[in-house]
């Protein structure tokens, strides 16, 4: 689906004269400009106001009665509100000198509920079931802060698994998977059945039986050619299957989620916001939600999205790579695990092992977990050298090109 892609972000930075936060929606090229644009729009609800309250600037920007025309909360422009949240976030544990992680993980049950939006979910996540979630979780929550830095998150990895492999490179790269640590991998799968075939056969033999291999259709199918393809590979036990179609078709997720069982069903990186993840966790259609950092509105509605997950008691495996994706899903899954879920049992966060070296606080991914980020921040904030460089229109690297 994603034959062309070159990774660009409509990048964000907003200063309180002291501290800066940095965040950026995560686009595939062409359009990126239509993205900053959307942004700018948003100037008028940061510029000069008082940014404390990050639950109430968040309902102010997705209510702009003008702006929501544009969507409602999807697309382009909710994609703009959560550069611009995620920059606020950026900003807010910076100027706490606390990891994001960590700043959510210490507030009280009360402060997270009031950064959640309960409109359109309140039929399944009233904010007295949140407070529960949240008040359940209270005990052990520093035990857990503990085992974190000590242990870190499982990661898994899609590095051995684009289309286009040769069958050598494939199970050299699947060896490499096991030898770093990862703990599952993943196949891109949808562009030939008899190469997937022959592709997940030569993955099952290298990890072994029961060493989770997921299978991600970037939403290559209908719904009929998705139960055809996966049957066919039904035999090498993919561990789940990924964005079998499209992000909006929840009754569509649903009837192929029935049809592969008990193979599980995942899905999120392109799903537009709460509503439309209530309504595939209300109908069975997902096993797995891969929440995305910088698709929905930002940190805000994604802890709306934990939330609907833990009371369906559906593990979150959020959706990385990209640019700098994997450095702020993993704020979301930390915090998940300290103060939403408890656990990081069947949970994994996806790596991807790119464009890190322009992040001023990479991810540290060792022996196939997510070492806990230190530095104060939402492991936001680019190089000023890498910005620099890759600019556009003016940047060298475009003007070189
Ligand atoms: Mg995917």
Redesign the pocket.
Known sequence: MNPDPDYSAAYVVLSDGECEGHGFAFTIGRGNDIQTAAIRALEPYVLGRDVSDLGALYKEMVYDSQLRWLGPEKGVMHMAISAVVNALWDLKAKRAGKPLWRLLAEMSPEEIVGLVDFRYIGDELTPDEALEILRRAEPGRAERIEKLLETGYPAYT?SPGWLGYDDEKLRRLCKEALDDGFKQI?L?VGADLEDDVRRMRIAREVCGEGFPIAI?A?QRWDVGAAIHWIKALSPYSPHWV??PTSPDDVLGHATIARAIAPIPVATG?HVQNRVIFKQLLQKRALSYL?LDAARVAGVNENIAILLLAAKFGVPVCP?A?GVGLCELVQHLSMFDYVSVTGTMENRVI?YVDHLHEHFTDPVVVENGVYRAPLAPGFSAEMRPESIAAHVFPDGPVWRDS
């Open positions: 899609t993943k891109k991600d970037n990924e964005e990186e891969q959706h790579g996806e």
